[in-house]
Structure formats: structure tokens, C-alpha cells
């Protein structure tokens, strides 16, 4: 009798880079981590900071300084505050099965305001999993692997939902964590996943070893 495969949990968290992928059943949303929301926060405080000082010490103040303080108040509070919103309520990307499309928000106006791009999953050609690292610096390849996670249109247009960066030595930890969101996405679009080998390398002198490299970039078309 053979094995059953564990079911996946009907929640799962995949942390990509300055992004958080939190994938349900009937919903992906790729949204920015929480740790984007710090230096929001902090130009939001440096502003209020600049504005309470202004309040509390306009009469002991030099001139040139009360300006400087309300210029920074000015500037500080409602970009950064907006930031801070976005990164906590807003949304990069988000996947709904019952809507059967996917929207891709603008930064700063994210919960829906700024839609940017909206595609139905009808428009959808296929998802792809890229190495965006590949290029070699002296005959070798770089020592810090990108994978991205994206979407391409039937137009031919691309669309990037996510990414993560890795040492080359964990690209294979790198690449099982992208294609999860991936094939996620997959199987609620009903798209194909072509995602890439795991790209190897060898070192130079190892024993047993007479290349200095060894390359897969051949590809599966596998949800």
C-alpha cells in the first residue's frame, strides 16, 4: 500500500525577500514583511517628534530652527505615515480563486487604492520560477543567488510577484521555498510552473573533481 502524502496545512507563511507570502486555499496575498515597516516608523516619530517641539518651545526656539522642524513635520508625517500604513495593511500582490484574478497594488496607496495591474487568471500564460544571478564575474557565477517568482501574461508581458536572495551554497533551500508560493499559484490559476534545476557549481581542485563547474539550467514544467 502506498504512502499517503501529508496534507498541507490549509495556512502556510513563506518569507521571501522583504516580502511575506501568506498562501489559503482561496487566497494568496504577497505583502511587505513587517521589518519594512521600521524606518517608516521612524521618520513618522521624527516628524511628530519636530512637530511636538514647535508646540512646546516656539517662543525659545532660534527662527531658522522652527522652520527646519516644520519642514521636517511637513515632509516626515504624511509620507512616512503613509508608509508605515502600507506596510501594515497594504498588499504587493494578491491571488483570489473566487474573483479568478490577481492585482498587483501600488507602494504607497496599497489596500486596494492603487491598483496598478489587475489580471484575470484567463490572461495568464504561465508562472515561472528565474534565476536572476546566473551572469558570471571571471568565469564564475556569482556567490549570491536571486530567484524570482513570475507571472507572464499572454501578451508576453512579465510580472514579478516575488524573490529571494540566498548564498550560492543554500540555493537549493532558496529554490524550495519560491517554488512553494509558486506552486501555489499555479495550481489556483491552473497554469504551468516552469521552474529551473538547481544551478550547481564545483570546486575548483575538490577530489574526484577535474571541472571546475558543473550547470543544469534545464527546466520542468511541473505544477
Known amino acids: 500500500m502506498a504512502a499517503e502524502t501529508p496534507a498541507k496545512p490549509a495556512k502556510r507563511i513563506v518569507y521571501l525577500n522583504r516580502r ?3 498562501i489559503e486555499p482561496d487566497r494568496i496575498n504577497v505583502r511587505p514583511a513587517l ?8 521618520g513618522l516619530m521624527l516628524g511628530i517628534g519636530a512637530f511636538v517641539s514647535i508646540i512646546l518651545w516656539l517662543d525659545r526656539l532660534p527662527f531658522a530652527v522652527s522652520l527646519l522642524l516644520l519642514v ?22 494578491v491571488f483570489e480563486r473566487q474573483k479568478q484574478s490577481a492585482v498587483w497594488q ?5 489596500m486596494g487604492v492603487g491598483t496598478t495591474e489587475l489580471v484575470p487568471f484567463w490572461k495568464i500564460d504561465q508562472i515561472r520560477i528565474e534565476e536572476l544571478s546566473a ?10 543567488a536571486q530567484l524570482a517568482i513570475v507571472l507572464v501574461k499572454v501578451s508576453g508581458k512579465q510580472l514579478n510577484v516575488g524573490d ?3 548564498p550560492r551554497s543554500l540555493v537549493r533551500q532558496g529554490l524550495a521555498e ?25 570546486k575548483q581542485g575538490a577530489p574526484g573533481d577535474d571541472a571546475t563547474a558543473d550547470e543544469d539550467h534545464s527546466e520542468d514544467g511541473g505544477a
Open 178 to 202: 519560491v517554488r512553494e508560493v509558486a506552486e501555489a499559484i499555479a495550481e489556483m490559476t491552473g497554469k504551468p510552473l516552469i521552474a529551473p534545476e538547481v544551478v550547481r557549481r564545483r
Open 164 to 166: 529571494i536572495i540566498v
Open 72 to 93: 521636517v513635520a511637513i515632509v516626515s508625517i504624511p509620507l512616512a505615515g503613509i508608509g508605515f500604513v502600507y506596510t501594515i495593511a497594504g498588499a504587493n500582490v
Open 135 to 144: 551572469e558570471r564575474q571571471r568565469g564564475e557565477l556569482q556567490e549570491i
Open 20 to 22: 511575506v507570502a501568506f
Open 106 to 110: 501600488q507602494g504607497y496607496l496599497g
Open 35 to 42: 521589518a519594512a515597516a521600521l524606518f517608516p516608523l521612524f
